[in-house]
């Protein structure tokens, strides 16, 4: 399996941005995807995950301002950032776990820096 992601970038505080996460190859039945989050000097957090019955969730730091969400057709995963923060600068990773037993794939990760 591979994950391309993409959408991420420099923005200033308050801004927003969309990132986007494309899978391809072999993939089973899928359990969850989503974003995690690295910043420098950091390990490497969740953001945000949508399961398989299509509950979410996210981490307290961005819930009601980040908002995740899949398009199975296209076997895409999204998330959308608003009310960006400083805080909220990092390398962002797409995520997906699928099959049974579970297989973990990670995409390449993208910049997003806030900052004005």
């Known amino acids: 399996v591979q994950l391309q992601a993409s959408g991420g970038g420099l923005v200033q505080p308050g801004g927003s941005l969309r990132l986007s996460c494309v899978a391809s190859?072999?993939?089973?039945?899928?359990?969850?995807t989503g974003w995690y989050c690295q910043a420098p000097g950091k390990q490497r957090e969740l953001v945000a995950l949508?399961?398989?019955?299509?509950?979410?969730n996210y981490v307290d730091s961005v819930k009601g301002r980040f908002t995740i969400s899949r398009d199975n057709a296209k076997n895409t995963v999204y998330l959308q950032m608003n009310s960006l923060k400083p805080e909220d600068t990092a390398v962002y990773y797409c995520?997906?776990?699928?099959?049974?037993?579970?297989?973990?794939?990670w995409g390449q990760g993208t910049q997003v820096t806030v900052s004005s």
């Open positions: 190859g072999t993939i089973f039945s899928i359990n969850a």
């Open positions: 949508i399961y398989r019955g299509g509950s979410r």
């Open positions: 995520y997906l776990s699928h099959g049974a037993p579970s297989r973990d794939a």
